[in-house]
């Protein structure tokens, strides 16, 4: 198969623009595609509340839902290839639930959450995790990935019990698992619109470097890779965003593991190339995961890692039969 | 400048609790085709890890062209020494010419001089490769397009580790041929062989080691005597001289 990552670029940001319209327009309160071009260029021309319901409801959430996706397929190609193992990502490894416990554990012990303290216990949980799972397994990255989903279930655990433990804060912490871009405001789309131009930043420099990873140590290292200190600053840039995700969306499983997977198998493992289109493919994926919860049970919701991860499963069990290199 | 490329002063070292290079010093001038033959565990990998840094030995031990191994950083150590190992996987779907282009990373991020990748597929022979998946081609095939990686980083030490151990014994002649070649326009060449006639038609220094010393080093022909292969080895071999070339016989 030849790679044509221009035309897998192309297709995702057409895919991108459609849903983003489709976003808008879907929802409770119906909204034509002429409603959103006059809610942002005149919006006294629209009803107060239509006007309303599209900039500072709609119109964050879908960017939230680009962002957050791109986030999390940005995570995962860094995962996938500091751990050497494409079926790494932060779900996997339990970073995510080491944010959402301390998140539960915040809650049974009564801490009050400022939306400023929430990303903070929240990060310090998804640090806590990464640090732990150096700790535990210093040896090889085979025996990381697996402390790593072994810290999962523990972790998993342990929120469900800060959940059976909380009565009050019950549907709070149930939340955090599940996943929802429900919160999205202009103030957290800033937020984790910085959070993520720094780490794409950060990332970006080191798609040379995450393609020698995927080698050996010993070429990796002979070709010029202080591959301890580019292992250290890509986990510790994957968990802050990581950690950024989950205090603002809560765990939203798949989508880090299954778009640099799509990507790959278009336009192959090279990170200058896997990057950028898998953080596409991500905002592509969490966008129509955001539509299908919001429009399945409307006028109410589905928690949207629950669509990500009914989605992606068959999925992605149809990409690993249909790959032998994986 | 000194004329030596590569100094190793007394260094002793290995993995954690298990000593494998025992107060080892050696000098190599620069230029010449050098193999490193010896015993299995007699140390001959763990030697070049120290000189790519992925074996740390103490200050001053080690130099490349007089440069302290431990002064340099990683990407000034790349253009010195350029390493190929026995272990490089090859399970993710590279196409050959960016496996090649691998080997500029300590050039900058750009990877832009598709020159110097043009080039190394050329001396390799394997430009109708380019386009190919590593996946897809056979075990000899990668093992140059691993040399072309090698070659493109265009340092002045090559160390390769066993590096015709999955080619044919057209492909292996072949791959001596260029690294003596190489070697010939002033690039230090070291590798481990193990085939000690393919060091004897070939290379033209050797380097035998046993229990992490250095056993015997000089030219090929002054090394591989049939009394330092027996001692080495312990293996009875016979040298049979023809034509000007010798051969190795194992009785």
Redesign the interface.
């Given at each position: 198969m030849k790679r044509k990552p221009e035309l897998l670029a192309l297709i995702l940001i057409i895919l991108l623009i459609i849903m983003m319209i489709a976003g808008i327009c879907l929802g409770s309160v119906r909204i034509t595609a002429s409603d959103i071009v006059r809610a942002i260029f005149s919006p006294q021309s629209i009803g107060k509340n239509t006007a309303y319901i599209i900039r500072n409801l709609r119109i964050p959430r879908i960017i939230s839902a680009i962002l957050t996706g791109a986030a999390l397929a940005l995570c995962g190609v860094v995962f996938q290839s500091v751990f050497r193992n494409p079926m790494a990502d932060s779900y996997v490894l339990g970073v995510s639930s080491g944010a959402s416990f301390f998140v539960g554990l915040g809650f049974v012990l009564g801490i009050s959450f400022a939306d400023v303290s929430l990303p903070v216990v929240a990060f310090a949980g998804a640090m806590l995790t990464t640090v732990l799972l150096f700790a535990i397994s210093r040896k090889n990255t085979a025996s990381l990935l697996l402390s790593g989903i072994a810290l999962n279930f523990f972790l998993s655990a342990m929120t469900t019990l800060t959940i059976y433990l909380s009565n009050r804060q019950a549907d709070n912490i149930l939340f955090w698992t599940l996943g929802s871009l429900g919160n999205s405001s202009w103030v957290r789309v800033l937020i984790m619109l910085s959070v993520l131009a720094v780490a794409t930043v950060i990332v970006g420099k080191n798609c040379s470097a995450m393609d020698l990873l995927l080698m050996d140590d010993s070429t990796a290292i002979s070709s010029g890779v202080n591959i301890k200190a580019t292992r250290i600053i890509l986990l510790a840039v994957a968990s802050i965003l990581t950690a950024t995700v989950v205090c603002f969306c809560g765990i939203i499983g798949f989508v880090g593991l299954m778009s640099p997977h799509f990507v790959r198998i278009i336009v192959g493992p090279k990170h200058r190339r896997l990057l950028p289109l898998s953080m596409l493919m991500g905002s592509v994926i969490l966008l129509f995961s955001d539509i299908v919860c919001r429009f399945i049970v409307a006028p109410s919701e589905l928690p949207i890692g629950i669509i990500t991860s009914v989605l992606g499963a068959p999925v992605f069990l149809t990409l690993l039969r249909r790959k032998r290199h994986v | 400048m000194s004329e030596n490329a590569i100094s190793i002063r007394n260094l002793t070292g290995g993995y954690e609790d298990n000593t494998i290079i025992r107060q080892l010093s050696l000098k190599l001038s620069k230029g010449g085709l050098t193999a490193i033959a010896g015993p299995n565990g007699a140390g001959k990998s763990t030697l070049l890890?120290y000189l790519?840094?992925?074996l740390r030995c103490p200050d001053g031990t080690a130099l490349l062209f007089d440069n302290d191994v431990n002064s340099l950083?990683?990407?000034e150590?790349?253009?010195l020494?350029?390493?190929?190992?026995q272990?490089?996987?090859k399970?993710?779907?590279?196409?050959v010419r960016?496996l090649v282009e691998?080997?500029r990373?300590?050039y900058g991020?750009s990877?832009a001089n598709s020159d110097a990748v043009d080039e190394a597929l050329k001396l390799t022979g394997i430009e109708h490769l380019a386009d190919k998946y590593i996946?897809r081609i056979s075990g000899g095939e990668f093992q140059l397009a691993m040399l072309a990686r090698t070659i493109c980083?265009n340092a002045g030490i090559l160390?390769l580790d066993e590096p015709v151990n999955n080619l044919d014994p057209r492909h292996q002649i072949m791959l001596l041929d260029l690294l003596s070649r190489l070697s010939a326009q002033g690039k230090t060449v070291i590798c481990v062989l193990h085939d000690l006639n393919a060091i004897m038609r070939s290379c033209n220094c050797c380097i035998l080691m046993k229990d992490g010393k250095v056993f015997a080093y000089g030219k090929t022909r002054d090394v591989l005597t049939e009394s330092n292969i027996r001692e080495v080895y312990g293996v009875d071999v016979q040298i049979i001289e023809k034509d000007a070339k010798a051969v190795i016989l194992f009785n």
């Open positions: - | 890890k790519i840094k992925k950083k990683q990407k150590l790349a253009k020494i350029s390493f190929q190992g272990y490089a996987p399970s993710d779907e590279f196409t960016e691998l080997g990373f300590a991020d990877m996946t980083q160390a």
